[in-house]
């Protein structure tokens, strides 16, 4: 499933950003948008992660590769079930009729509108660019008390690079508050 929604995602936002290499059509199925041909090839690892050995190896520009690695490095830590109900909020998939081809158009229509394509139309002269967040459920989750200003003082980062850095940092906190509760539940207990 994950495999599925990277591909779609990665097929999006190199519509959006102008780029043609993903040839790859995407039905509507009831778990999200489907490439049929990536179906058939990886459906007997099921949930299982597909061995390296199963890759084919795609030769791409080296433009389509930094988009493509930026596209998966942003998606990648988002849990495949949670990328699926990313998609089904989203109208591309919500509009087209079941088991049928999502259309190109409607891919870019909507998805040029979203906040994450900034990132990809704005100028890239020099490294003095905006970072746009995707706003996943966690990111809705994470600003849902907050006021508009708030929450937009998380939509933005001076580039991607600082917004990696925060999220690494988060990361770690968070690791540390769990050890921190850990460690009181370990004493409670032993009391």
């Not at 936002?13 to 041909?37: C, M, R």
């Not at 930094?66 to 990313?86: R, T």
């Amino acid at each position: 499933m994950k495999l599925q929604k990277l591909a779609w995602y990665a097929k999006v936002w190199t519509l959006v950003a102008g780029g043609h290499f993903i040839d790859a059509e995407f039905e509507k199925w009831t778990s999200g948008p489907v490439n049929y041909q990536v179906y058939m090839k990886y459906q007997e690892y099921g949930a299982a992660p597909i061995r390296r050995q199963a890759y084919d190896a795609v030769v791409v520009d080296d433009d389509a590769r930094d988009i493509l690695c930026f596209i998966v490095d942003n998606y990648v830590d988002i849990p495949a079930l949670s990328l699926s109900a990313m998609i089904h909020c989203e109208d591309p998939w919500i509009c087209a009729n079941d088991n049928e081809l999502i259309k190109n158009d409607d891919i870019i229509a909507y998805y040029s509108q979203q906040s994450f394509a900034k990132n990809f139309l704005q100028d890239h002269d020099g490294d003095n660019k905006s970072f746009y967040v995707i706003r996943s459920n966690a990111w809705h989750a994470f600003t849902m008390d907050m006021d508009k200003q708030e929450s937009d003082t998380f939509a933005t980062y001076a580039s991607p690079e600082e917004f990696r850095e925060y999220r690494e940092k988060a990361g770690r906190d968070f690791s540390a508050f769990l050890n921190e509760v850990k460690k009181t539940i370990t004493l409670d207990d032993a009391l």
